[in-house]
T-cell receptor, first 113, second 112 residues
Framework: GAVVSQHPSRVICKSGTSVKIECRSLDFQATTMFWYRQFPKKSLMLMATSNEGSKATYEQGVEKDKFLINHASLTLSTLTVTSAHPEDSSFYIC?????????FGPGTRLTVL | GNSVTQMEGPVTLSEEAFLTINCTYTATGYPSLFWYVQYPGEGLQLLLKATKADDKGSNKGFEATYRKETTSFHLEKGSVQVSDSAVYFCALVRNPGTALIFGKGTTLSVSS
C-alpha cells in the first residue's frame, strides 16, 4: 500500500515556541491531506483538511491562527503549532487519500513544557 | 449526519479465543467502510476495507462483511494472538478523498 511519513516522530518544546510537523506522501501524490489530533482516550479528532494550492479547511472549534497548515506541494503538508502551550501536548496524525483508501502517517508526539 | 458506533471495550481475551468487535454506522448513500489498527505509540494501519454491500474485507485472519440491511461492519477473527493486542477503529468515508469518520476505537488485549 501507499506510504505516508511524518517528521518528527517526537518533539519536546518550551511553552511559547512554535513547532512544525511535516507529512509526506512517499509514493503517491495527494492534493488533499488530513490532520488529526488524538486524545488520551483514543478518539481521533479531525482538525483540518489541507488542500494543495489553496487554504486549508478547519473544523469547527480549531483555531486556524494557532494551527497553521501549508500544503506546499503534491507530496508535502505541514502543520505548525504556534505559541505552543501545555494543553497542545498531544499525538498528531496526518493522512492522505490514495484511490478509495486513506493512509496514515506514524504520528508525532508533541510535548509542551 | 454520518456516524460510526463501535463497542469501546476494553476487550480482554485469551490467546486463540474468537474475537468480535461490533461496528454499526449511519450514513446516507453507500459509504466505504474500513477497519484500522493502531499499535501502541504508532499511527493507524489499514487492516481491511469494503466498498459495497455484501463485500467481505479480510486480512491477517481478520474479516468483516459490509451489511447494508443492518448497517454493520463487525470485525471478527477466529483465533487471536498476543500480537493482535492493539486499538481497532471502525471508519467510513462517504466519498473517496474526503475525511474518514471514525468510531471511538476498541482496545483489545490478548493474554497468553
Amino acid at each position: 500500500g501507499a506510504v505516508v511519513s511524518q517528521h518528527p516522530s517526537r518533539v519536546i518544546c518550551k511553552s511559547g515556541t512554535s513547532v512544525k510537523i511535516e507529512c509526506r506522501s512517499l509514493d503517491f501524490q495527494a492534493t488533499t491531506m488530513f490532520w488529526y489530533r488524538q486524545f488520551p482516550k483514543k478518539s481521533l479528532m479531525l482538525m483540518a483538511t489541507s488542500n494543495e494550492g489553496s487554504k486549508a479547511t478547519y473544523e469547527q472549534g480549531v483555531e486556524k491562527d494557532k494551527f497553521l497548515i501549508n500544503h506546499a506541494s503534491l507530496t508535502l503538508s505541514t502543520l505548525t503549532v504556534t505559541s505552543a502551550h501545555p494543553e497542545d501536548s498531544s499525538f498528531y496524525i496526518c493522512s492522505a487519500p490514495e484511490a478509495d483508501t486513506q493512509y496514515f502517517g506514524p504520528g508525532t508526539r508533541l510535548t509542551v513544557l | 449526519g454520518n456516524s460510526v458506533t463501535q463497542m469501546e471495550g476494553p476487550v480482554t481475551l485469551s490467546e486463540e479465543a474468537f474475537l468480535t468487535i461490533n461496528c454499526t454506522y449511519t450514513a446516507t448513500g453507500y459509504p466505504s467502510l474500513f477497519w484500522y489498527v493502531q499499535y501502541p505509540g504508532e499511527g493507524l494501519q489499514l487492516l481491511l476495507k469494503a466498498t459495497k454491500a455484501d463485500d467481505k474485507g479480510s486480512n491477517k485472519g481478520f474479516e468483516a462483511t459490509y451489511r447494508k440491511e443492518t448497517t454493520s461492519f463487525h470485525l471478527e477473527k477466529g483465533s487471536v494472538q498476543v500480537s493482535d493486542s492493539a486499538v481497532y477503529f471502525c471508519a467510513l468515508v462517504r466519498n473517496p478523498g474526503t475525511a474518514l469518520i471514525f468510531g471511538k476505537g476498541t482496545t483489545l488485549s490478548v493474554s497468553s
